[in-house]
Nanobody, 121 residues
């Protein structure tokens, strides 16, 4: 079992920044992919970013150039730095973890509880 705990959400004005963190614990495999999804009311769930244990990153077009994923494998923590935030970035953001996934077919095995990000205009 893997436990994921997100933190860092909140309310920010458009153009501002937030940094989300996700602490993973439990049976962590050294080779894995972690990702961030978001879900806004009335909208489809969106895979925002993934990052492999080797540090390879991928992003949705909607956040490319504004969001940056990173990780500290020693701490078992991944981060999502979100800059130039827009009201349409408002959503619950979920940290996810996958053993043996490839980025092109990312289907997480574990999900965090989610953290709310609200961007005011």
């Amino acid at each position: 079992q893997v436990q994921l705990v997100e933190s860092g959400g909140g309310l920010v004005q458009a153009g501002g920044s937030l940094r989300l963190s996700c602490a993973a614990s439990g049976s962590i495999w050294s080779i894995n992919v972690m990702g961030w999804y978001r879900q806004a009311p009335g909208r489809q769930r969106e895979l925002v970013a993934t990052i492999t244990s080797g540090g390879s990153e991928n992003y949705a077009d909607s956040v490319k150039g504004r969001f940056t994923a990173s990780r500290d494998n020693a701490k078992g923590t991944v981060y999502l730095q979100m800059n130039s935030l827009k009201p349409e970035d408002t959503a619950v953001y979920y940290c996810t973890y996958c053993i043996g996934c490839v980025v092109e077919e990312y289907e997480p095995d574990y999900w965090g509880q989610g953290t709310q990000v609200t961007v005011s205009s």
